[in-house]
């Protein structure tokens, strides 16, 4: 936004040194008068003469305004690229986050098969049985019942966080392309400075004509300059999990 902005007060000292020029052609009659003594022609070639600085000066303006361009792109391509990696580093961590309910899941299965055998062998000893075995089940069907729900947690943050990952990658899409047409608007921003830097070479542009290119200029970067605020970075937007879980102290019944 800053270069924008640059860009902007460029544009409004180009437009101010033309309003100036084109002031300066209209002198009031009694400067007419006061200046009727010099001969025409050496008036005629002074004023080509300034002409042409002034033109010289609106080139280099140009230039300048070029060669920003030239720099807000190459920044708008390294942030692609960061933008980038950074999907990629969440797709990484999604993967990762797969693997461990994975690993629950079994540990999951595990523990529901332990408990299928008790009650088996709970069943073959029931007559024979104290009422301490009976707890003793009965503790287990509650801890397992403790972990399903804890798994159960672990698989609603899981889809929060691919959800939300799911709307990062689309706005993510979006700016890419908006930072595409940016890119052709920029490109055509930068053809027209070029097809104005030779009109202006041929000292042929009439002072209408370098306004009208001016102003255009000027509503190309204030639409640049809406669309970098508002597709900015903005604050407080990183997506955190809800549940927290922890892969190195998985929970197992001995």
């Known amino acids: 936004m800053l270069r924008v902005a640059t860009m902007m007060t460029i544009l409004d000292s ?82 990762e986050m797969e693997d461990l309910i994975n690993d629950l899941k079994e540990q999951n299965e595990n523990l529901v098969e332990r408990l299928h055998e008790r009650v088996t062998k709970q069943k073959e000893r029931r007559h024979s049985s104290d009422g301490g075995e009976l707890q003793g089940n009965i503790a287990l069907q509650e801890r397992n019942k403790a972990l399903s729900e804890n798994l159960l947690k672990s698989l609603n943050g899981y889809k929060s966080i691919k959800r939300k990952w799911k709307d990062a990658q689309a706005e993510n899409m979006a700016m890419h392309a908006t930072m595409e047409e940016m890119t052709a608007k920029i490109g055509a921003g930068l053809a027209r400075i070029h097809s104005f830097k030779e009109r202006m070479a041929s000292e042929n542009v009439p002072s209408t004509n370098i306004q009208e290119e001016i102003v255009e200029l000027e509503h190309m970067f204030e639409c640049f300059k809406m669309q970098v605020a508002e597709h900015g970075p903005k604050e407080g937007e990183c997506v955190k999990p809800k549940v927290d879980i922890s892969a190195c102290k998985p929970t197992v019944i001995a």
Do not use: W, Y
Not at 55 to 74: D, F, I, T
């Open 14 to 95: 180009v437009r101010t040194r033309i309003q100036k020029c084109q002031s300066f052609g209209n002198k009031s009659p009694s400067e007419a008068e006061s200046t009727s003594h010099v001969p025409i022609d050496k008036k005629h070639h002074e004023v080509m003469i300034d002409e042409k600085e002034k033109l010289r000066k609106q080139l280099n303006a140009s230039l300048v305004a070029r060669k920003s361009l030239e720099v807000m792109c190459s920044s708008l391509g390294k942030e692609k690229e960061i933008m980038a990696a950074e999907l990629s580093k969440k797709v990484h961590e999604l993967n």
